[in-house]
């Protein structure tokens, strides 16, 4: 359970500054909402299989397949600014 001290600490840490009303105002209010997780843990979930994702979608990927590349020399046709066998681009770093 959470009492005064421990919530002071708490809005510190999130660098909210609470006052003495704001405190007395929220500290039930978080209370109850601590007291319905308590709630969801005590749930038995043994029979229930873990979601990875609410669709159940599977891999939408394609299988990989080797295909043969372009041509070198075909590739380099487009190319704006070559040297020797390689595309040519200007420097970043």
């Known amino acids: 359970m959470i009492d005064k001290k421990t919530l002071e600490h708490v809005s510190k840490l999130a660098k909210i500054?609470?006052?003495?009303?704001?405190?007395?105002?929220?500290?039930?209010?978080?209370?109850?909402?601590l007291n319905l997780f308590d709630e969801i843990n005590r749930a038995?979930?043994?029979?229930?299989?873990?979601?990875?994702?609410?669709?159940?979608?599977?891999?939408?990927?394609?299988?990989?397949?080797?295909?043969?590349?372009?041509?070198?020399?075909?590739?380099?046709?487009n190319v704006p600014k070559k040297e020797k066998d390689y595309v040519k681009s200007p420097r970043i770093l």
Do not use: W, Y
């Not at 500054?17 to 909402?33: A, C, K, T, V, W």
């Not at 994702?53 to 041509?71: A, C, M, T």
């Open 17 to 33: 500054g609470l006052n003495e009303q704001e405190m007395d105002e929220f500290l039930p209010q978080i209370r109850s909402i």
């Open 44 to 77: 038995d979930t043994e029979a229930i299989e873990p979601t990875f994702h609410v669709f159940g979608l599977k891999n939408v990927f394609r299988e990989d397949k080797v295909k043969p590349s372009l041509d070198r020399e075909d590739v380099l046709k």
